[in-house]
């Protein structure tokens, strides 16, 4: 069973639409992330939340909006995309009373290509 | 502000060998440190976890030791075979957020 999964895995898109990625977690965990690595692969915290509230957000331009329906789910869309968004988004999970505070699950990513 | 730095950046060693990957952090103020595999187009798995007041965690063929007060960790990988060839990152977790090392990606030759 996978545990943290995210969807699409790959995506193609052009300069100035707007696009989403999904992010779901069966580990019952509290706390979710999104996690952004650029072309030399170093890791950087976007978000995070704790049973649905922003619990990190990490100076992440305002066209980035998270959004958790519920505690399972962290969704990121991407307003007026830019060639700079291109990177793997990771999605992450942990269960911890706060953000960041246990070990961390992670997707397999979703690598988006603005062209 | 944290910074994570791993050193070497890549490694290439014979198949069989003992090999150590270093990290180093500049806050030791942390809650734990962790070490994560990732291979080529995949996600992290997470290798071990070493809570703040421990000084190392072993799995299987994988130790890693933990000296907060110098800001340093190792992963320790005994007898190498080519599947252990990926990317290792540590990643320390500081007031609420983990931050990540740039990673050493290891290749083992068989």
């Known amino acids: 069973d996978t545990a943290v999964s995210q969807t699409p895995k790959y995506l193609v898109t052009q300069m100035g639409n707007d696009k989403s990625i999904k992010c779901e977690q069966n580990?019952?965990?509290?706390?979710m992330y999104w996690y952004k690595q650029d072309s030399k692969k170093f890791l950087k915290i976007m978000f995070s939340y704790n049973n649905k509230e922003l619990i990190i957000n990490e100076t992440v331009p305002n066209r980035f909006s998270p959004k958790s329906p519920d505690k399972a789910h962290l969704n990121l869309h991407i307003n007026s995309l830019e060639l700079g968004d291109s990177a793997v988004y990771f999605c992450a999970s942990s269960q911890a009373p706060l953000a960041g505070a246990g070990e961390l699950f992670f997707g397999e990513g979703s690598r988006l290509t603005v062209l | 502000k944290q910074e994570v730095t791993q050193i070497p950046a890549a490694l290439s060693v014979p198949e069989g060998e003992n090999l150590v990957l270093n990290c180093s952090f500049t806050?030791?103020?942390?809650?734990?440190l962790q070490w994560f595999r990732q291979d080529p187009g995949k996600g992290l798995t997470s290798l071990l976890l070493?809570?703040?007041?421990?000084r190392e965690q072993t799995s299987g063929r994988l130790n890693a030791s933990l000296d907060k007060s110098s800001g340093r960790s190792t992963l320790y990988i005994a007898a190498s075979q080519p599947g252990d060839s990926a990317t290792y990152l540590c990643a320390v977790q500081g007031a609420q957020k983990l931050v990540f090392g740039q990673g050493t990606r290891l290749t083992i030759n068989p």
């Open positions: 070493i809570q703040s007041s421990q």
């Open positions: 806050d030791s103020a942390i809650y734990n």
């Open positions: 580990l019952g965990h509290d706390t």
